[in-house]
């Protein structure tokens, strides 16, 4: 049972975005890190991977810009401005369908939550490519910026991709991560 609905913007990511979080593809230093599905027809996407958009966080040298799901940038910022304040981190577990070979199935999966929290307001950005972590920080690191990180993902970034349910416990016990989320597509 899910006891957590996290709400996403599903459309109109660069109007949403402040209030909502998003699904965002980044890329940091020209390596793309995401999960969205390209070229599937609407049906399966809400069936399988959920009916979200994905928008863009393109990071490279000295900017950071925010793009919506037509690749429309609606926000930019200069990193060595201090434009962007904190990165706070989080982890989310949700059961989504998945339609594949063996049938209709639910699959557990794991989204990390980042918060880009900016002189300009707060950008929650959702990604579910969890080799994501260790080049978010080396980023965050090179341009000296803080990371609030309550549950120490820093420390296990190499092993996310591997986490499994019982160490997901075990690291959000006591927390607001610690509920299962309900997502699009979910059950």
């Not at 609407?42 to 009916?51: D, W």
């Not at 059961?95 to 929290?117: C, D, K, M, N, S």
Request: charged share 15%; hydrophobic share 45%.
């Amino acid at each position: 049972m899910m006891t957590k609905l996290l709400p996403v913007a599903v459309t109109a990511i660069g109007e949403r975005m402040p209030q909502t979080a998003a699904y965002m593809t980044f890329v940091v230093n020209g390596q793309k890190f995401s999960t969205a599905r390209k070229h599937t027809p609407f049906i399966l996407k809400a069936l399988s991977a959920g009916a979200a958009a994905h928008g863009r966080v393109t990071i490279s040298t000295n900017q950071l810009q925010l793009a919506d799901e037509a690749g429309r940038v609606f926000q930019s910022f200069a990193l060595f401005s201090g434009a962007i304040v904190s990165l706070d981190l989080g982890l989310w577990h949700s059961q989504r369908r998945e339609f594949g070979p063996r049938g209709h199935h639910a699959a557990w999966r794991y989204t990390l939550e980042i918060t880009l929290v900016t002189s300009s307001g707060s950008f929650r950005c959702l990604n579910t490519d969890l080799t994501l972590l260790p080049a978010l920080l080396a980023w965050a690191r090179a341009y000296r910026i803080t990371v609030n990180d309550p549950l120490a993902l820093a420390l296990r970034a190499r092993g996310l991709p591997r986490l499994t349910e019982a160490q997901f416990d075990q690291l959000t016990r006591g927390t607001p991560y610690n509920a299962r989320c309900q997502t699009i597509g979910a059950q």
